[in-house]
């Protein structure tokens, strides 16, 4: 079934993006919780939008076709131009340099401005830390991420 699945995921990316009048081809890898799909285009500017903000649309439309062919919900993670993983290697280093940050000063600190999934790499970096530990509060725009002490 994850080869069909695979195609169809494919097949569905492909189609949504031709439909945003978007030439691009589709790589499709499985993963247990989703599928990591990624896209070779010279349009890569315009699939990730300000700040990611289109590719994140783009990755919840995707995951809701997928989910409503496949009777089940499929996490869809695009990646166009090394974007995503340029930037989770940023906050890599935000991750680290908040958690010496709270160790130094002794207190929370707060990280706004981040995509959901942006907090989801911050808390499973932090996740093991026997030093800090990491939430998010807040809703929809304003949520935020606060790493703090662990107590």
Do not use: C
């Amino acid at each position: 079934m994850a080869e069909n699945e695979q195609n169809i995921i494919k097949e569905i990316v492909e189609d949504l993006l031709q439909k945003l009048e978007v030439t691009a081809t589709a790589d499709v890898t499985m993963l247990e919780e989703g599928a990591d799909v990624l896209l070779q285009t010279e349009e890569s500017g315009i699939i990730i939008g300000y700040h990611g903000e289109i590719l994140e649309a783009l990755q919840l439309i995707s995951s809701l076709m997928v989910s409503r062919k496949l009777d089940r919900f499929v996490r869809i993670s695009l990646e166009v131009g090394d974007y995503k993983k340029n930037r989770s290697e940023y906050l890599e280093r935000l991750a680290m340099q908040t958690k010496d940050r709270v160790l130094d000063e002794g207190r929370p600190h707060t990280l706004s401005s981040l995509k959901s999934w942006e907090r989801r790499i911050v808390h499973m970096l932090l996740q093991n830390d026997d030093q800090v530990i990491s939430e998010s509060m807040g809703e929809g725009k304003d949520r935020v991420l606060v790493v703090k002490p662990r107590e």
